[in-house]
């Protein structure tokens, strides 16, 4: 059928997964024809982690390329994602959700960047010492935040604003001499979230050359999203933004139980419980959509945006060209 | 004459002297007739530092009170002020200019509340994950400050002011369920800098219940400042507060040298240099006025509140009583 023809054809990027990788999701990756994937390599309580256990989450990390070798490559170029695709495998760009591993230290953005953290969130759901997230009030990106920016955009470090705060966000895009993302989060205006973006930060995100990931994640787009829903979705963000600016950003969670959601969610900050994304009457996992519960699945969204009535063109850059031409940029050091 | 010997009967309370200690420095303790002094334990690059360094200093001062017994004791509650007045020693609460050493943490304020920790200023010059700093825009005291802070009136941790941003400061004036302090600053409507607290701050700091510890520093009060102008000042203050509400905390930093007064500043947040209270046309220590240039010269404060037409009570409620009854509740577990 020609969806799957053009979806094998296709660089096909998903820019934020945040599982507990095993072979079985590996291999996923492989069998929804996933040329790229951004992960999270620090979730649940390492999200808070510090440049110490960053280095073992590196460390850890040195290993699964090691031992997938036959499905995974690292990943820190544009070139590496097109070498990955010649190759049958998957690049994978490795991220933080938090800015927590450079600690109060702007010079250690050069040295994680070095070990190939290509991609980090200035805040998870609390304010850094960067700027604020979407959970409270946001008096924008600090001094410090503009320093650690500064050396992002020097290493090739890409500046992810999902989980941060409005004054954050805006001050971010227009600081960073270099496009920045939300790699996973919907418009606040089709759905509305404080994890979602306002119109205004979209168009100031496109205006400066960003991306937005476009995320099936139910807290984010609503319980039992149908793939023509969800790419009716996607068309809103290309009218608003421009369809360059637009991409995939699952924020795919798999094989995490409860537990670790709530030591995502909570951290050490607090011992009365917080729910993030959720409530206190769903303070769950809630299911992805049909049309998108593991990597594999990444075909129907290629046939769900053909259907929609995107030109192949088109398809072909949100599913994966537009975060490839980003990613040729952002990750190159200066 | 009459006010030695007033000076001499009187507690007295420095509530903020930020100096690298040694004997002679102890000594002038004791050749001051100061009773109390809020100590800050970490000074230069370890004002940044985490739990696991604040340990080692901790210990530091474990050692610090052995060696030197004969001169100071350790400080956790009033009681331990008034014993150390009828021994002739002084009574040193252990505090730190930075809530750094809580992390992400709100359980490790009980923590080192039981190791000695019962002053903790909540930002030092750039935002923490509690809120922001007096530098720069400060959305308020955070979900994880507020936290914090609920911990700290539990374990009888005083929640320090000093260096925060007017909305945090603001913010945990309201929220606090027990008074706070400012243990180390001037009105900003008498002298002119970021430093200094507005008088709408200093009028809730008081209606609450909370200290403001006048500072003799030159960058809070202008170089060469007279005894007389001072005097005026803590007049100044007292009328917009109450005179119950005014005390000393001198900021005095003896034994620092340039390069410990530029790593406070910068830590490792900034690689361009930051003056801090200074400024880059005067970036180096500022010499402390004649009037108070070491802990001996106490005495010539008590002289000078008395000249300037303070009653004798007066005198006894700024130069530490009013101090005192401030560290009787707050240092008191609730």
């Known amino acids: 059928v020609i969806d799957r023809d053009l979806h094998d054809r296709a660089i096909v990027i998903d820019a934020l997964q945040a ?24 979730i649940g309580i390492h999200i808070w982690d510090d440049a110490r256990a960053t280095l073992n989450l590196v460390a850890k990390w040195r290993r699964l390329f ?73 008096a924008g990106l600090t001094r410090f935040g503009r320093n650690v920016v500064t050396e992002m955009n020097r290493w090739g470090v890409i500046a992810d604003l999902s989980h941060v705060g409005e004054k954050t966000g805006l001050d971010t895009i227009n600081f960073s001499a270099r496009p920045v993302a939300v790699t996973h989060g919907n418009p606040w205006s089709w759905f509305n979230h404080p994890r979602n973006k306002s119109d205004e930060l979209l168009k100031a995100l496109a205006s400066r050359g960003g991306m937005l990931g476009l995320a099936p994640y139910a807290h984010l787009v609503g319980e039992g999203v149908t793939l023509d829903v969800f790419c009716r979705m996607v068309a809103y963000a290309a009218d608003l933004m421009g369809v360059e600016h637009v991409g995939i950003g699952s924020d795919l969670c798999e094989k995490l139980d409860q537990q670790g959601l709530m030591d995502a969610r909570m951290g050490r900050w607090t011992i009365e419980p917080e729910y993030g994304a959720g409530t206190a009457a769903k303070p769950g996992w809630l299911p992805f959509p049909d049309f998108y519960k593991r990597s594999a699945d990444f075909p129907n969204l290629t046939a769900g945006l053909l259907a929609h009535g995107f030109s192949e063109a088109d398809v072909l850059a949100i599913v994966g060209g537009n975060w490839l031409r980003f990613f040729d940029d952002g990750l190159r050091p200066a």
């Open 66 to 138: 090691e031992e997938y070798a036959d499905l995974i490559v690292p990943c820190t170029s544009g070139d590496d994602i097109r070498a990955a695709k010649a190759a049958g495998k998957t690049a994978i760009i490795l991220g933080l959700q938090n800015a927590t591993l450079y600690e109060d230290d702007v010079e250690l953005v050069r040295v994680f960047a070095d070990l190939g953290i290509r991609c980090v969130q200035l805040t998870y759901n609390i304010p850094t010492l960067l700027g604020g997230s979407c959970y409270e009030p946001d």
């Open 19 to 42: 599982s507990n990788w095993d072979r079985e999701l590996l291999e996923d990756f492989k069998a929804g024809g996933i040329t790229c994937v951004q992960v999270t390599i620090g």
